[in-house]
């Protein structure tokens, strides 16, 4: 599968500097301790918009998934909705899958990072061994 070319922004810089040392970032609210996805611009229990980056487990479940069909010859491509150990939902691509193996609801998945060329290092989610 082919990564999509993501570029940084002041919003996104602290959470770039992580991926790129292999680590992922959450965030955390600093009103209620609450634990929510990256692009989270507001607590999803207090809905306070004070919060720090903390690292995640990067371990998580598949909520959902979607498997985009391709050619004949063609690989193809899973992403999923995931629930991290922490809580909070995160949208990646799933990678790492063998032939024929489909994800299912509650499948445990880790963390790795992959670095398109031009672009920073994202986030996907291989089947846990």
Known sequence: MTL??????????????????GELLIRRCADCGAHAAPQ???CPDCRSTEATWVPAA??????SWTVAHSRA???????????????????????????????????PVTVAFERPD????LPVFHPAV
């Open 4 to 21: 999509p070319v993501v570029h940084r922004d002041v919003a996104t810089e602290l959470f770039f500097d992580a991926t790129a040392r």
């Open 40 to 42: 989270s611009d507001a």
């Open 58 to 63: 990067g371990t998580a479940t598949v909520v």
């Open 73 to 107: 010859g063609a690989a193809e491509t899973a992403s999923a909705l995931l629930e991290l150990t922490e809580g909070p939902w995160l949208y990646a691509p799933l990678h790492g899958l063998r032939d024929g193996e489909r994800p299912w609801a509650g499948m």
């Open 118 to 121: 031009g672009g920073e290092t």
